[in-house]
């Protein structure tokens, strides 16, 4: 079974979740809520604490955003695969990794044909990454010994959680315009190039409309290169 390359990351954390392109200015004066989790690339937005504006997570509901996260404040750390390539037995595909974000799941064939949920395939077993194949072998709509693509975030049980914003109480934030690449991002979508993203019920970049746009597509991610690239352009509702 193949995957994506990641980039060389640490006991600490997605030392590469984001990193700069182009551009951009890191601010790190704003206050922080005491209750945001989150790792760098996840979007940040404003929240009124008591009079204090502090950052807090996007979500999909979010008209405002203020930036993107440049620090980690969480205790765990999941990772993306982007078109892990396994074939079917026995009615099932076993993935490489376990601890499966069970919302993060995208399946398609090795043409591109994209399978659904509950007509296709099922999530029956995903801490332990396997997916159930629906009707294999007997006219469902991926066969019994197909090779299927799979798409997904994973919970890294080798990563230690940490929190940068710690003693100053502030969290960095690229903020300006600048070109970004990422592994934070909702691999349950495909993506296109020079298409809008938005920020989903996550707190991550996806490109199911939604919320406040945050940008536009500049690389799509693929299994040999797995990070996003986007123009990050933040609008102003």
């Known amino acids: 079974m193949t995957g994506n390359i990641l980039p060389g990351i640490g006991r600490n954390g997605l030392v590469n979740s984001v990193r700069k392109l182009t551009g951009g200015n890191v601010t790190g004066f704003r206050p922080v809520s005491d209750t945001a989790e989150f790792i760098a690339g996840m979007v940040a937005t404003l929240v009124d604490d008591d009079g204090t504006p502090k950052l807090a997570v996007a979500d999909n509901t979010s008209t405002n955003a203020v930036g993107i996260f440049w620090c980690h404040k969480t205790t765990s750390f999941y990772r993306p695969i982007v078109e892990e390539s396994v074939t079917v037995a026995s009615a099932q595909v076993i993935l490489q990794y376990a601890n499966v974000l069970a919302s993060s799941v995208k399946v398609t064939s090795t043409t591109g044909a994209v399978y659904h949920i509950t007509a296709d395939?099922?999530?029956?077993?995903?801490?332990?990454?396997?997916?159930?194949?629906?009707?294999?072998?007997?006219?469902?709509?991926?066969?019994?010994?197909?090779?299927?693509?799979?798409?997904?975030?994973?919970?890294?049980?080798?990563?230690?959680g940490i929190d940068q914003t710690l003693g100053s109480g502030n969290a960095a934030v690229l903020e300006d315009p600048s070109e970004v690449a990422t592994l934070v991002y909702d691999t349950a979508r495909t993506y296109v190039l020079n298409t809008k993203l938005y920020v989903n019920a996550d707190g991550i970049i996806?490109?199911?409309?939604?919320?406040?746009?945050?940008?536009?597509?500049?690389?799509?991610?693929?299994?040999?290169?797995?990070e996003l690239n986007y123009k990050l352009q933040i609008a102003i509702n």
């Open 121 to 160: 395939y099922t999530l029956t077993n995903i801490s332990n990454g396997i997916i159930g194949i629906v009707g294999s072998g007997s006219g469902g709509a991926i066969g019994a010994t197909e090779t299927i693509l799979v798409s997904y975030r994973y919970k890294d049980a080798n990563l230690t």
């Open 206 to 226: 996806t490109n199911a409309t939604g919320g406040v746009v945050i940008g536009k597509v500049t690389k799509v991610p693929s299994s040999d290169s797995a």
